[in-house]
């Protein structure tokens, strides 16, 4: 069984930002795989289906960002989901648009979101997709808070249809196969 998670804020007006990435590819694979995000524990919003015969729990924490790991946690707990079955989607501000990292492990790199999984798993072993979303002109803040100009929202658009397939290719292959067919292009 995996955990796929999807990161972003909760509320009509954080949709479509660059902190919502994560969202928008949960998105895209319920989309895909004809699963229903409509059920309420846990602190998020979740939904169970199968990829390749293999059961995936979906979850979009709505604790806000920075409290995704009570979340998380929730769903380990009850599932009893083995973190090297946990794949968390979310946004990078050192990577380009257009470009999509996988990662087995490894630090938070300043994301409060994989800060507070990480702090409440107690252990930083998951895996991670980060979807570049360009580093900020200015405030921090305001620029994953803010929405994608509409170049940058396609370009990023073909990033989230990659990482569907990366998901995928986790799942049947391994992390590290999904590393070396992924990392590196830009798309």
């Known amino acids: 069984m995996y955990l796929i998670v999807g990161l972003g804020n909760p509320g009509k ?9 994560g969202f ?15 059920r ?29 790991g009570e979340s998380v946690k929730e769903v380990c707990d009850f599932y009893k989901i083995p973190n090297k079955n946990i794949i968390v989607i979310y946004d990078d501000i050192s990577l380009d648009i257009g470009r999509m990292r996988i ?25 991670r997709i980060k979807i570049g979303v360009g580093e900020p ?3 921090l803040v305001s620029h994953v808070l803010g929405k994608f100009s509409e170049d940058d929202r396609l370009e990023v658009e073909k990033v989230f249809n990659a990482a569907v ?5 986790i799942i049947t292959d391994g992390v590290y196969e999904a590393m070396n067919s992924f990392n590196g292009l830009k798309l």
């Open 137 to 139: 002109k200015g405030d």
């Open 165 to 169: 397939k990366a998901i995928n290719c």
């Open 40 to 68: 309420i524990k846990f602190k998020g919003m979740y939904g169970e289906g199968k990829i390749e015969n293999e059961k995936v729990i979906f979850l979009k924490p709505m604790t806000f960002m920075n409290l995704s």
């Open 13 to 21: 007006e954080y949709e479509n930002t660059r902190h919502n990435v």
């Open 24 to 38: 928008d590819v949960l998105d895209l694979l319920c989309d895909k795989y004809n699963i229903d995000m409509r």
């Open 103 to 127: 990662r087995k492990s490894g630090s938070a790199g300043g994301h409060n979101g994989i800060k507070n999984i990480i702090f409440n798993l107690s252990t930083d072993i998951f895996s």
